[in-house]
Nanobody, 126 residues
Framework: QVQLVESGGGLVQAGGSLRLSCAASGRTFSGAVMAWFRQAPGKEREFVAAISRSGGSTYYADSVKGRFTISRDNAHNTVDLQMNALKPEDTAVYYC???????????????????WGQGTQVTVSS
């Protein structure tokens, strides 16, 4: 069992930065691929970024590549998302997710992830 709690959302002007953090409970954190997804009003939940179990590999949606950075600290069971050069279209609820399937390297589909946080709102004003 893994419990995920996100923090760090808020309101920021376009061009600004925010750092989201996800705190995970459970002893299986280091065995989980971690990811961030987001969901804007009226839209489906979409992949943002993922990080491998060791933290050595990262993956990004094209829409955030070069602006967002995902990182993890297995000693403290946290995964962060640094968001720079934010745009109004980044406005969404951001979710942290964990995939415990050891046979999978990384996935961008929501169906691959076993555990989800409650989400944190990010609003970017123009």
């Amino acid at each position: 069992q893994v419990q995920l709690v996100e923090s760090g959302g808020g309101l920021v002007q376009a061009g600004g930065s925010l750092r989201l953090s996800c705190a995970a409970s459970g002893r299986t954190f280091s065995g989980a691929v971690m990811a961030w997804f987001r969901q804007a009003p009226g839209k489906e939940r979409e992949f943002v970024a993922a990080i491998s179990r060791s933290g050595g590999s990262t993956y990004y949606a094209d829409s955030v590549k070069g602006r967002f950075t995902i990182s993890r600290d297995n000693a403290h069971n946290t995964v962060d998302l640094q968001m720079n050069a934010l745009k109004p279209e980044d406005t969404a609820v951001y979710y942290c997710a964990a995939d415990l399937d050891l046979a999978r390297i990384v996935a961008i589909s929501t169906t691959a992830y076993d555990y989800w946080g409650q989400g944190t709102q990010v609003t970017v004003s123009s």
